[in-house]
């Protein structure tokens, strides 16, 4: 058995709110070091609930932990590159592995070619078209996972100037929650699975009020 940690880690980044304060440390004589985090539910890697898109969505502390415990099928995209488009015609081609009721990662390798950290990863990321949405509907998948920017219209978020798109254009999170499918978003590593199926696990922390939680996400593997 393998153990492949899907994760990036968490520090202080330009889209995101990640600032770690230390109110004890072993430097200054304290018995016990602690740190407290103010960090963004949507940081790095992490998982929405439906709340995040659905205004009387579930928080993320009553969905039921299982929504991200599971059969996974990794679905290879790497020939896509920068602003390719996950269309259904894509899935159709390299998923025919999907079955009903699996967590379904959608790998393309964008972190490798390009740091999460810069401008360019979120400006010039393949993304997840309306096609491909509603293939994964159509399969019954109970999550989506990606190493990606999962909608276009995300680009437009961190322009100059800053455009704010419409609900409708935040295409993954319109059709898949009301469809009952959650979402895993910047996913890392799925290169190091290895196999075309896995286990999946990311859970988050239960956080009574919350939209979302960060999660350390991994995949396990025979």
């Given at each position: 058995m393998a153990i492949v940690d899907l994760s990036f880690p968490i520090r202080p980044h330009f889209r995101w709110t990640v600032a770690p304060e230390r109110v004890a440390t072993h430097a200054n004589g304290d018995p016990l070091q602690s740190t407290i985090v103010t960090v963004s539910c949507h940081a790095y890697t992490h998982v929405d609930a439906p709340l995040h898109f659905l205004p009387d969505g579930r928080d993320i502390a009553t969905m039921p932990i299982?929504?991200?415990?599971?059969?996974?099928?990794?679905?290879?995209?790497?020939?896509?590159g920068a602003n390719g488009e996950v269309t259904g015609a894509e899935l159709e081609r390299h998923g025919?592995?999907?079955?009903?009721?699996d967590i379904v990662l959608l790998r393309t390798d964008w972190p490798r070619q390009v740091s999460v950290e810069t401008p360019r990863f979120w400006q010039e990321g393949p993304f997840t078209g309306r096609t491909g949405c509603e293939w994964l509907v159509a399969r019954g998948v109970k999550a989506v996972g990606y190493d990606y920017p999962p909608d276009q219209c995300i680009?437009?978020?961190?322009?100059?100037?800053?455009?704010?798109?419409?609900?409708?254009?935040?295409?993954?999170?319109?059709?898949?929650?009301?469809?009952?499918?959650?979402?895993?978003?910047?996913?890392?590593?799925?290169?190091?699975?290895?196999?075309?199926?896995?286990?999946?696990?990311?859970?988050?922390?239960a956080l009574e009020g919350a939209d979302g939680s960060p999660v350390r996400a991994i995949a396990i593997t025979d």
């Open positions: 299982d929504q991200w415990i599971g059969e996974a099928a990794v679905v290879d995209l790497t020939h896509l025919g592995h999907v079955r009903h009721g680009r437009d978020t961190i322009a100059v100037p800053r455009r704010t798109p419409d609900r409708a254009e935040y295409t993954t999170h319109a059709i898949f929650f009301p469809a009952g499918i959650t979402v895993i978003e910047y996913l890392t590593n799925l290169d190091r699975i290895g196999a075309a199926r896995c286990r999946f696990l990311a859970l988050p922390l």
